[in-house]
């Protein structure tokens, strides 16, 4: 397919998903991914890209659709099975004050500064599901005011911002509404302001050790009872660039007799000096930055979020976020805590994931780009986080419970190939012409066959070490095979024709590849941020398929095509 059209392809694609309005970042990275030997040339297809998704966003949705519809329909027909295969959201419970004719309003809000995991792809799936369970909005919200401790990841290599967008869209999660809240800081400013004013904010000046003394004992910091007009004046100080890091602080009065003390007047704004640590959007223009909690409150409710759906350690967040609501005079959405998501055997913090010299989207991690690389398909990561709900106590997955799902959904798409791990030559002496048909699938006949022709007399296949070793065995819809070591080869005699045969003498049936195989290797995880290789040979037919492409090979599991000219395959499971 020519550039331009893949470019128009993609464009429609993406158009159509999103109401109407292509995303050229996301119309590139598929293109990057699609074809990566344009890499290359990216500043030319960014150019192309960008004039095509100009020209597709000033069309109609119904244009846009019908002529998706006219040069690609299987696009609008894998989007139609996608979303078939997608387990129903209808058995989730319900949500309290849902329903009825009332909008339900729900939002995912990620801090940027890492990409999505699959503990992640949890609140982004509940919160989608019941979007669609009962309609009304669901937001994408980026939580990146913090460009000190959890600054948001910006390299050369990653933009988190655009991972995390394409993550969800792979998950088919598609957000109403998007909001950056680094480019929120004046309306934050407002409603700091306005708190001061009705006396439920204050500027602490002491320091950090005294602040914790006086805490700790349930005691009042000197500046807590200050007029208003000394308040805003120390507010206004410290947006002016007065105050260095740690001298000044914006707190949220609370409940100083509170059982847990961190809820205690909480900070709801501090001084940051972006000189040294500047914001990977917005540079150095803020110094003043709000915690998350104030900025969630705020946001919250100006976006109409009816519904918060998130992890159980946000509970004193919740606590804490009350105090905004009601100085405000505003009614605090509706929140459900639910436990985490753990993972058996690994780890699913951010934190140590980081500390991994693996690519964040490589196949041996647990994020969602690395599971997406590597072949579990997004229905998998729906049908497991559906599955653990949205109960209240921790959760523990295990990795062979989302291979188990993937292994379901593949199973009928993916067709057979045969590929020998460590092979070696096996010389059968066959008395006339033999003709093995393999099926490109046992369950779909009407997928055909591939056909190969051996002999009569030397011929020679190749199997792996191990099966050779075996001694008797079948070679897959060929021949049984009595085997004996020759030096560095095999020597194989034909001793029956039949799978009858082969069964009564509970011979197994071993994979075989033609002499002149290509060879391959397969990439394969073996534990979060380590992988290994294994070798082999490949039936030929197997590398002139689609890159992405996932099959199985016999006897061995599911494995994607990572590149044809290499013969390199990624391990997806057994």
Known sequence: MEIEDLVLKYALINAVRYGGKADPKAVMSKMMAERPDLRGRAREVKALVDSIVERVNSMALEEQRALLASRWPEALEER????????SVEALPPLPEAGGGKEVVVRFAP???FVLHLGSARPAVLNYAYKLKYGGR???RFEDTDPRIKRPLVTEEVNAYDAIREDLRWLGVRWDEEYVQSSRMEVYYEYARRLIELGGAYVDLCSPEEWRRLRDAGKACPHRDAPVERNLELWDRMLRGD?????????VKTDLAHPDPSVRDWVAFRVIDTEKTPHPLVGSKYRVWPTYNFAVSIDDHLMGVTHVLRAQEHSVNTVKQSYVFKHLGWRQPFTIHFGRLKIEGGSLSKSKLKALKARFDDISMPTLSGLRNRGILPEAVWELVLSVGIKPSDSTVSVANLFAINRKLLDP????YMFVPDPVRLTLDLPSKLVARLPQHPSFPERGHRVYELGPGRTAVYISRRDAELGEFRLMELVNVAASRR???YIGEVVGTTIEEARRRKMPIVQWVPDGSPEAVVIK??????????????????????????????RYGFVKLASRRDGVFTYVHE
């Open 111 to 113: 801090n940027p500064d």
């Open 413 to 416: 798409t993916a067709d057979r």
């Open 487 to 489: 030096g560095d080869e």
């Open 243 to 251: 105050f260095r890091e740690g001298e000044a602080v914006l707190r």
């Open 80 to 87: 139609r099975e996608r979303e078939e295969r997608r387990p």
């Open 525 to 554: 995880p073996v534990a979060i941020g380590r992988k290994t290789e294994e070798r082999g040979l490949v039936e030929a037919k197997a590398l002139e398929l689609k890159e992405g492409s996932i099959v199985q090979f016999l």
């Open 138 to 140: 669901f937001i994408l």
